[in-house]
């Protein structure tokens, strides 16, 4: 082995030490660092912290407004604090405070995050059109996105349609179009056309939902329903069953509607057994009563009867028990048919606590069906057939 070898081996053993109270001292004068700069951060900032983990926000709140006092450049601290009397309800002082920061000399390039918070605060209030003038200034700035996101919820919950697809398609990116959400604006922009009796504009809006987003069976249901009253039914039928490729679970939300447009169309038997055919190929629709009802009107009761205990059997719950029951009780023994009818009322009162939609995102439970929950304000999450709850 070489010299030029064996120092090649043995220069990092001699340097170890070198390396290591370089660390060290980098180290120490790092912690010195921490040191200094804790004994400048007033008592009160970790006594508020430490009663933010004991969920004491009165104490935290009074901790952190001494802190600011104390505080020369206290904007970080005051924004905390802010927040902490928005969440405890006490909006004025959240307000007086962000206002305060706001004419500061200090504020620097927090000017727009602490506009932001103000705009929360006179939200939190009920103070809508300052928060949205506020929201509006700050779509030019570097809180612009946030600022959109909180426009787009006050839209929503004004209902104010046009506002909410514009503010969406300004927000939408590669990794969120906003286009599911945009469709269901269009489609409460088409429902409120068609309250006005304005039938045209309701078709338009109708249409605009399915350009943003194809599989917007609330859309087809719409047309379907414009078709109808145009008397067009073949158009109708069309719109309806083209739900069937879009989703298909939410074909028992228009299984009426569509045996209707067959039946005005001429071809109520066609109907009939388009239904049936959807209730064979997905047995969790909920079809049978409508089913049970056009085979009474269409075939009589005993064919009624059969399509019924049919559809049952094939899905087998309380809803189908409850219809059973009824279908049976009239070929009971006498002796038995009291005690029959008394179940059947159990079982229907037990129907109307445990079935019920629910909203797949966070479990809100109703029995009226909602296309935007209203507890999570999610779109389209409630089931549309009822479920055993």
């Known amino acids: 082995m070489s010299d030029w070898e064996l120092w090649q081996l043995l220069l990092p053993i001699i340097l170890l030490p070198v390396f290591f109270g370089m660390g060290w001292f980098a180290a120490r004068i790092d912690m010195k660092t921490v040191l200094k700069h804790a004994k400048t951060v007033p008592e009160s900032v970790y006594a508020g912290l430490d009663a933010l983990v004991e969920r004491n926000t009165g104490k935290a709140a009074r901790q952190l407004a001494e802190a600011v006092e104390q505080l020369h450049n206290a904007c970080e601290p005051a924004l905390t604090l802010g ?63 946030q600022a959109r996101e909180v426009l787009l919820n006050i839209y929503q919950q004004d209902r104010d349609w046009e506002k909410a697809v514009a503010t969406a398609q300004a927000l939408a990116h590669d990794e969120q179009t906003y286009q599911f959400e945009i469709a269901q604006f269009y489609c409460e922009m088409a429902q409120a056309a068609l309250f006005r009796s304005d039938t045209a504009q309701a078709h338009a809006h109708a249409l605009a939902a399915l350009a943003a987003n194809k599989k917007c069976t609330r859309a087809n249901m719409i047309l379907g329903d414009i078709a109808q009253k145009h008397g067009d039914f073949a158009a109708a039928v069309a719109a309806y069953t083209a739900i069937e490729k879009q989703n298909h679970a939410y074909l028992g939300m228009v299984g009426e509607r569509l045996y209707d447009a067959y ?28 089913i049970y009802e056009k085979s009474l009107l269409l075939h009589g009761e005993g064919a009624a009867n059969a399509a019924a205990v049919e559809r049952v059997r094939a899905k087998p719950d309380l809803a189908g028990v409850y219809r059973l029951l009824g279908l049976q009780i009239s070929d009971l023994n006498p002796a038995w048919k009291a005690d029959a009818d008394m179940m059947r009322g159990i079982v229907g009162r037990q129907l109307q606590k445990a079935l019920m939609y629910r909203c797949r995102h966070c479990h809100f439970k109703s029995q009226v069906f909602f296309w935007h929950c209203p507890a999570c304000n999610k779109w389209e999450t409630f089931t549309p057939n009822k479920i055993e709850i």
């Open 263 to 290: 039946d005005a169309w001429g071809k109520p038997e066609e109907g009939l057994a388009v239904l049936t055919g959807y209730a064979q190929t997905f047995p969790q629709l909920d079809l049978v009563n409508v």
């Open 83 to 145: 927040k902490l009397y928005r969440q405890r309800g006490e909006n004025d002082k959240a307000i007086a405070l962000h206002r305060a920061l706001l004419d500061s000399p200090d504020i620097g390039n927090r000017r727009d995050r602490v506009a932001y918070e103000l705009g929360l605060d006179y939200q939190s209030a009920g103070l809508v059109d300052r928060a949205e003038r506020i929201f509006l200034d700050l779509q030019q700035g570097n809180m612009a996105k």
